[in-house]
C-alpha cells in the first residue's frame, strides 16, 4: 500500500502473516527456443499486497507466476518468499502454503464444494473437526449459504465457483496467494462485483498476492503495484498504478495502458477525493426570492429542494420558483455518493443524460454537487498535477 | 462339471412321449415353464465365467492402464497386441488356446478374459485422458503429488469412462461365453448345443443368455450411479 | 523340467496344427483324407458366406443409417440395437435361423447378416450425426438438395466411421462363420467343432488359420479406413493412439 505503511489485521482464521515475495534476476529458457521466455525478472513485493503482471499474450506472465510455486522451473536465477529461497523446499510442500486459483478454475467435479475447499488443509493433515470448522468459516467468508457445502461443483453458477476457487485457495490461509486470471472467464458483469468482493476480502485477509492479467484496466483496478511485462518475460514497468497512469516509463508501457489513461485514472478516484461545488439548497416554506437569489448565484442556474433532513428531494427551475415561498415539489434526481469511484459516478450521470449529480454522504444527506465539467477539470488538471500527490487506489483507500 | 450337464441332456432329450408342440421341435410355452430349472446350473456356469472373466480382464487391464498412463509409448503397443487378442475369433481362441491350457473352465476364462483387456484397457486411458486439464493444474498447484493426483483426482474422474469399458466387456462377454462349451468351460452354450434342432431350448437359453446381460449391465449401472453421487447432480 | 516339457508339447501341437494346413493327411477315423489342400473348399465356403452377409449388411445398415442420421430419428434405435445385440449369442442365432428355416447356406448367411447389421448401422448414423452442423447449415446454404447434402457432405465425412464399422463386422463375419457346421455349411469351423473327425491337429490348425484371417482383415479394413479419411482428419502417425474408447452403444462382437 502507498498510503497505509501499518501493518494489517489477520485473516479470518488467521494466523498467518502475509509473506514477502523477491524474484531475483529469474530467467526461464525452454530447451529447444531461442528466446527465452523470462529474461533477468527482478521484482519485489511487499507484505499484503497485490502484485499484478499484466502484459500482452506471449510475454511470460503466467510463466513468472507459475515459477513461484516451482509449478515451472527458472533456469537461473532465485526466489524468496519470506526470505528463504523455494528451491530448497520440497515442491508439493512449498505448493500447500501457497494459494492457487487458476481461471479455469480447475475444481474437482466429483468432490462437494466442501470437499474441494477441504484439498489442501487435508493433505496438510488437518483434523476433520478443524477442517469443518475452516470449511465454514470460508463458505461465510465468501458469502455462500451454508446448504452450498453439500453441493458438486456441477450446480453452481460460474460465478459461485469462482468464489468456490478463491475459497480453496485460501482454505489453509496461506502468506502467500497466486491468482492467474481468476475473474477471466466470467461475464463482466459478475467480474466487477467479483473483483469488488474480492478487494474487500484482501481488506480483511491482507494476503501477498501474484495476480495474472492481461486485461490493463482490471491490472488498475486490482493492483496495490503492476509490473508491465512484454514479450520475451523483459519487466517493462514496475510502478503503483497511478505512476503507471501518469508516468508510462516508455511507449510500450504507453501503448499498452492506452490511449484513455486520462479517463483510466478515473477509477482510481473517489468523488470525495475532488473539488464539488456547493449545492444551492432550499427547504420547502423559504421565501421565494432569497430561493430565485441562490439559484441565479449558483453555475447550475438552479435550487436543489432538500428535506428538513437535509436529504435531496427535486430540482427546482426559475419557474418552480415563481411563487412567493417555496413549495414540496416532486422530481427525479441523479444522486451519486461520496464514496462512488469516480469512474462510476460520471457513468451515473451520462446515463442520467444529466450535467449534475447530487452528492450525497453517508447519511443520505447533500454534500455537494458533482458536475461534469468538474471532472473534465480534474482530468486535465491532473495530467500535469505530480506523483507524489496521487492518493492510493480508491477501492482500498475506504474500508 | 459335466455331470449336471449330462443330467441335463437326458432330460431334455427324453421327449419320446411328447406329442404336438415338443415332438415338432417347436417353441412350447409349457415345455419351457416346466424344465426351466434345467437351466439354472448352466446359467451359474455362464455367470461364473463371465464374472471371472471381467474381473481377470479389468484388473490385467488397469494395471496396463497404470502403467502405460505414466509412459505413453506403451500406449501403441499394448493396444496393438490387446487389439489382435480382440481380433482373434472366440471359436478358434478356445481351440487355440486347448493345447495350451487344457480342456475346461480355465481355459474358457483366459480366452475371455483376453477379450475384455482392449476394451477396458482402452477406456481406462480415455477416462484419465478427458479429466479435465484445469482440474490437474490445480491439483498440481495445489500441493498432490503425484501419487496423490492419480488416486484422488485422475481415477475418481475417470470412472464414468471405465464403467463404460466394463459394461461394454461385460455384454459382449456374455455373449461370447456362449461358445465356451468348445472349450468345456460350459454355460448356456452347451446347452443350447445339447439339443441345437429343439427350438424350446435354443430360445430358452439365449433368452436366458441376453437376459443375464442385462442383469449384470443394470447390476453396474445401478453401483455406478451409487458411487458417483456427482455424476448424478450434474446430469 | 515340466515347464519345458509342457512347452515342448505345446509347440509341437502347433506345428502339428501348422502342418494339417499344408498337408493331407487321413481323418481320425480313417477312410477320409483331410488337410491341406482338402481345406481350400472350407475356407472357399467360408469365404463366400463372409462377403454374401457383408455385401447384404452393408446394402441394408449404410442406406438406413445415412437416411436415420440424416433425418435425425432413431437414435434410441440405433444405440439399444447395438446393445442388445452385443449379448445375442452368435450360436443362437445360428441355430434358431437353421431350426426355422432349414440347413442351407442362404440361411447361415442371413443369420451372419442381422449380426453385421448393427455395427455398421450404428456408425453409419453416429458418422452422419456427428458432422459439424455449421457445415451441413452452409451446404443447404449454397443451395444443395437434401439428397445432395448427403452425398457430397454427409457420407464423405461419415466415411472413416461407416468404414470403421464395417471393418469391426467384417472380423465379428469372419469368426461367427465358423458356426457354419451348426447350420450345415461346411466352413473353416467344421475342423474346430469336428474334432473327432479332423484331429487335434486339425482343430488348432484352422484355428490359427481363421484367427489369422480375422487379423488379416482387421488390418486390411484398417487400411482402407484410412485410405477414406480425408488427410486432415487422420491420427498422427507417430502419435499411436489408445482409439475410441467404447461407449456403452458401441457395438462389438
Not at chain 2, 433368452?207 to 449384470?216: D, E, K, N, Q, T
Amino acid at each position: 500500500m502507498t498510503s497505509e505503511p501499518h501493518r494489517p489485521p489477520e485473516g479470518p482464521s488467521a494466523h498467518r502473516e502475509a509473506a514477502t515475495l523477491e524474484l531475483r534476476h529469474i530467467r526461464k529458457q525452454y530447451a529447444g527456443t531461442a528466446e527465452p521466455a523470462i529474461d533477468d525478472l527482478s521484482l519485489e513485493v511487499p507484505a499484503g499486497e497485490i502484485c499484478v503482471l499484466v502484459g500482452p499474450s506471449g510475454c511470460g506472465k503466467t510463466t513468472a507466476m507459475r515459477l513461484v510455486n516451482r509449478m515451472i522451473e527458472p533456469t537461473s536465477g532465485d526466489i524468496l518468499i519470506d526470505g528463504a529461497s523455494i528451491m530448497d523446499r520440497h515442491p508439493a510442500e512449498l505448493r500447500r502454503e501457497i494459494g492457487y486459483a487458476i481461471q479455469q478454475i480447475g475444481l474437482f467435479p466429483h468432490q462437494t464444494v466442501a470437499d474441494n475447499i477441504a484439498v489442501v488443509p487435508k493433505l496438510l493433515g488437518w483434523d476433520r473437526r478443524r477442517v469443518s470448522a475452516r470449511v465454514e468459516e470460508l463458505l461465510d467468508l465468501i458469502g455462500l449459504e451454508p446448504a452450498m457445502a453439500a453441493r458438486y461443483p456441477g450446480q453452481l453458477s460460474g460465478g459461485q465457483r469462482q468464489r468456490v476457487g478463491v475459497a480453496r485457495a485460501l482454505a489453509a490461509d496461506p502468506p502467500l496467494m497466486l491468482m492467474d486470471e481468476p475473474f477471466g472467464a466470467i461475464d463482466p458483469i459478475s467480474r466487477e462485483r467479483l473483483q469488488n468482493e474480492f478487494l474487500r476480502l484482501q481488506g480483511e485477509i491482507r494476503k501477498t498476492i501474484v495476480f495474472v492479467t492481461h486485461d490493463i484496466d482490471e491490472a488498475i483496478k486490482m493492483g496495490d503495484r503492476i509490473a508491465v511485462l512484454r514479450k520475451g518475460g523483459v519487466l517493462a514497468q514496475y510502478a503503483t498504478p497511478a505512476e503507471l497512469l501518469m508516468a508510462p516509463a516508455d511507449e510500450f508501457v504507453e501503448d499498452f495502458v492506452g490511449a484513455d489513461r486520462a479517463l483510466k485514472r478515473l477509477a482510481l478516484q473517489r468523488v470525495r477525493d475532488i473539488d464539488l461545488w456547493d449545492a444551492p439548497t432550499v427547504r420547502v416554506g423559504d421565501p421565494g426570492a432569497q430561493a430565485r437569489e441562490r439559484a441565479a448565484a449558483s453555475p447550475i442556474g438552479h435550487a436543489l429542494l432538500v428535506d428538513d433532513d437535509g436529504r435531496p428531494v427535486s430540482w427546482l427551475s426559475a419557474t418552480d420558483l415563481a411563487a412567493d415561498t417555496v413549495r414540496p415539489h416532486e422530481g427525479r434526481l441523479t444522486t451519486v455518493e461520496l464514496d462512488d469511484i469516480l469512474r462510476d459516478a460520471l457513468a451515473d450521470l451520462l446515463q442520467g443524460q444529466v450535467m449534475y449529480g447530487v452528492v450525497t454522504d453517508g447519511g443520505g444527506r447533500v454534500a455537494g454537487v458533482l458536475s461534469v465539467e468538474v471532472i473534465s477539470g480534474f482530468l486535465t488538471e491532473q495530467g500535469a498535477g505530480s506523483i507524489d500527490e496521487a492518493p492510493a487506489p480508491a477501492d482500498r483507500a475506504a474500508q | 462339471m459335466t455331470g449336471p450337464l449330462v443330467l441335463a441332456q437326458v432330460v431334455i432329450r427324453d421327449r419320446s412321449k411328447d406329442v404336438g408342440c415338443v415332438a415338432k421341435d417347436g417353441l412350447c410355452p409349457a415345455w419351457i415353464k416346466d424344465h426351466i430349472g434345467d437351466y439354472m446350473s448352466p446359467l451359474l456356469r455362464h455367470l461364473e465365467l463371465t464374472v471371472v472373466s471381467v474381473v481377470a480382464g479389468f484388473l490385467i487391464a488397469f494395471a496396463l492402464a497404470l502403467v502405460a498412463h505414466r509412459r505413453r509409448w506403451l500406449v501403441g503397443p499394448i493396444t496393438g497386441v490387446t487389439g489382435v487378442m480382440y481380433t482373434i475369433p472366440s471359436l478358434a481362441l478356445f481351440a487355440i488356446l486347448l493345447p495350451v491350457t487344457g480342456f475346461g473352465f480355465v481355459t474358457g476364462v483366459v480366452a475371455l478374459t483376453s477379450y475384455n483387456l482392449l476394451v477396458i484397457f482402452r477406456n481406462v486411458i480415455a477416462g484419465l485422458d478427458n479429466v479435465p486439464e484445469a482440474a490437474l493444474d490445480a491439483a498440481r498447484g495445489m500441493g498432490m503429488t503425484d501419487r496423490q493426483r492419480l488416486w484422488r483426482v485422475e481415477l475418481p474422474l475417470a470412472v464414468p469412462e471405465i464403467v463404460a469399458g466394463v459394461r461394454v466387456a461385460t455384454t459382449t462377454t456374455v455373449g461370447l461365453a456362449a461358445l465356451a462349451f468348445v472349450a468345456g468351460a460350459g454355460g448356456l452354450g452347451q446347452q443350447i448345443i445339447l439339443d441345437q434342432n429343439f427350438k424350446s431350448n435354443i430360445v430358452t437359453a439365449s433368452v436366458l443368455c441376453i437376459l443375464l446381460a442385462a442383469a449384470l449391465d443394470l447390476l453396474i449401472l445401478a453401483g455406478e450411479r451409487i458411487a458417483l453421487p456427482w455424476r448424478r447432480v450434474t446430469e | 523340467m515340466s515347464v519345458a516339457l509342457t512347452t515342448a508339447s505345446v509347440l509341437s501341437d502347433f506345428s502339428d496344427g501348422l502342418d494339417f494346413l499344408v498337408h493331407q493327411r487321413e481323418s481320425v477315423a480313417g477312410g477320409v483324407m483331410v488337410g491341406g489342400s482338402k481345406n481350400l473348399p472350407l475356407l472357399g465356403k467360408h469365404l463366400e458366406v463372409v462377403g454374401l452377409a457383408m455385401l447384404l449388411a452393408v446394402l441394408v445398415a449404410v442406406p438406413l443409417g445415412l437416411y436415420l442420421g440424416h433425418t435425425g430419428r432413431g437414435s434410441f434405435l440405433a444405440s439399444s440395437i447395438s446393445n442388445v445385440g452385443r449379448s445375442v449369442p452368435a450360436i443362437a442365432l445360428v441355430l434358431f435361423f437353421s431350426s426355422y428355416l432349414g440347413l442351407e447356406l442362404k440361411n447361415l448367411v442371413f443369420a451372419m447378416t442381422l449380426l453385421a447389421i448393427p455395427p455398421i448401422f450404428t456408425n453409419t448414423y453416429v458418422g452422419v450425426r456427428q458432422v459439424d452442423g455449421d457445415v451441413v447449415d452452409a451446404a443447404r446454404g449454397m443451395g444443395l438438395s437434401g439428397t445432395q447434402v448427403v452425398r457430397r457432405v454427409e457420407l464423405p465425412l461419415a466415411l472413416p466411421l461407416v468404414f470403421g464399422g464395417i471393418r469391426t463386422s467384417v472380423v465379428n463375419v469372419i469368426a461367427t462363420a465358423t458356426l457354419g457346421p451348426f447350420a450345415g455349411v461346411l466352413t473353416l469351423g467344421d475342423p474346430i467343432i469336428n474334432a473327432s473327425v479332423y484331429g487335434d491337429a486339425g482343430r488348432v490348425g484352422t484355428a490359427m488359420l481363421v484367427a489369422g484371417l480375422a487379423v488379416g482383415a482387421e488390418i486390411l479394413f484398417a487400411l482402407l479406413q484410412r485410405a477414406v479419411t480425408p488427410a486432415p482428419l487422420r491420427p498422427a502417425r507417430g502419435r499411436l493412439r489408445a482409439g475410441r474408447p467404447a461407449r456403452v452403444a458401441d457395438a462389438a462382437i
